[in-house]
């Protein structure tokens, strides 16, 4: 049975950092994309960072140069370091796994974890 299990979540006060770690069970995710997302208050979920087989990132703009996303293989286990919070990155935030592809983490192929609260204070 396929388990994310996310750490690291809590409140922090605005420009304040914080580190999140997604930790995989059941399957090797080394040959597939794996990523965060967020949920915020009355919004629905939205794309934050990913990371392919091959360690190549991606980002939402909002979240561009002040996230930075990561894997260990070794540990089946994504990251992600989020430096300059500010009160608008408020959310749960979500890992994701691909099923199946290497490159993309789209949401209907992916598995979830249960997601970890972050609150930024202003």
């Known amino acids: 049975q396929v388990q994310l299990v996310e750490s690291g979540g809590g409140l922090v006060q605005a420009g304040g950092s914080l580190r999140l770690s997604c930790a995989a069970s059941?399957?090797?995710?080394?040959?597939?994309?794996m990523g965060w997302f967020r949920q915020a208050p009355g919004k629905e979920r939205e794309f934050v960072a990913g990371i392919t087989s091959s360690a190549s990132t991606f980002y939402a703009d909002s979240v561009k140069g002040r996230f930075s996303i990561s894997r260990d293989n070794a540990k089946n286990t994504v990251y992600l370091q989020m430096n300059s919070l500010k009160p608008e990155d408020t959310a749960v935030y979500y890992c994701?796994?691909?099923?199946?592809?290497?490159?993309?983490?789209?949401?209907?192929?992916?598995?979830w974890g249960q997601g970890t609260r972050v609150t930024v204070s202003s």
């Open positions: 059941g399957r090797t995710f080394s040959t597939s994309a």
């Open positions: 994701a796994a691909s099923r199946r592809s290497p490159s993309t983490i789209t949401p209907p192929g992916n598995y």
